[in-house]
């Protein structure tokens, strides 16, 4: 389980997150929503361990994020919205870098490594430089180095950005089979109908303040709308407004 207690986080006298308190149960996809600026990436980074925060602190199952870091950290898999990979590096060499940190068998390492290149459909170029890579492919690759350990837990940042249909279709798979596995997916996104369609349970930050917590159905129920989509309920809680048709 994740656990998150009571986390706040200032930038001088701005409060980009402000005392979230949350749990990601085993086997669980939960989502997390919200406007732009609202404090999403910000608790993400903490959750990995990128960000101390000011007061609180994140647990991953029994160990402490800022006690002990490194087992914390191996039970995770995380994909930042901006990520960065070695360019000079090929797609494989990458994926035998990151396992390497990991201190995983030698053994098992280059089997795993080929299962994701192909999982990826990046079989034509693991022995290319990165840099030549599309901005989907380099999104996929580091898919497959977050997975290359196995993780207990995947922290995904906008994971749908610059992947084409095809790269879309196989990370819901992926997603539904580590669910099956008892394995959790915590995914912050902007794509409220991927959201409904994956998510066991989400939660609404704005301000730095979780607002809405609960599966769909029980965020309509919050909102109070029947039947409406999952981004009705967001721009109705996030008192966003609705915007009517333009004639420019």
Do not use: W
């Not at 087992?71 to 960065?84: E, V």
């Not at 798979?173 to 997916?185: E, H, L, Q, T």
């Amino acid at each position: 389980m994740i656990r998150i207690e009571s986390v706040t986080k200032l930038f001088t006298d701005f409060k980009a997150v402000d005392s979230v308190s949350l749990e990601i149960k085993e086997g669980e996809l939960f989502s997390l929503l919200g406007p732009n600026g609202a404090g999403k990436t910000t608790l993400m980074k903490m959750i990995v361990g990128l960000l101390n925060p000011t007061s609180g602190n994140v647990f991953i199952d029994e160990h402490g994020i800022l006690k002990e870091p490194v087992a914390a950290k191996r039970l995770m898999g995380y994909i930042p919205d901006r990520p960065f990979v070695y360019e000079k590096l090929t797609g494989r060499e990458y994926l035998l870098f990151v396992a390497n940190m990991y201190h995983l068998d030698e053994n098992n390492v280059e089997k795993r490594a080929h299962e994701l290149i192909e999982l990826f459909s990046l079989a034509n170029f693991e022995h290319e430089l990165i840099e030549g890579y599309s901005h989907g492919m380099k999104q996929r690759l580091v898919f497959a180095s977050a997975m290359i350990h196995n993780p207990k837990y995947l922290i995904v940042d906008e994971p749908m950005v610059g992947l084409d249909p095809r790269g879309i279709t196989l990370l819901k798979a992926i997603f539904r089979s580590m669910r099956k596995k008892g394995r959790a997916i915590l995914m912050s996104t902007h794509d409220l109908h991927v959201a409904e369609q994956l998510s066991d349970r989400v939660g609404i930050i704005n301000e730095g303040r979780i607002i809405a917590l609960g599966t769909p159905q029980e965020l309509r129920e919050q909102a109070d709308i029947k039947g409406g989509t999952l981004e009705s309920v967001f721009l109705k809680l996030t008192h966003e407004d609705t915007i009517e048709d333009l004639d420019l």
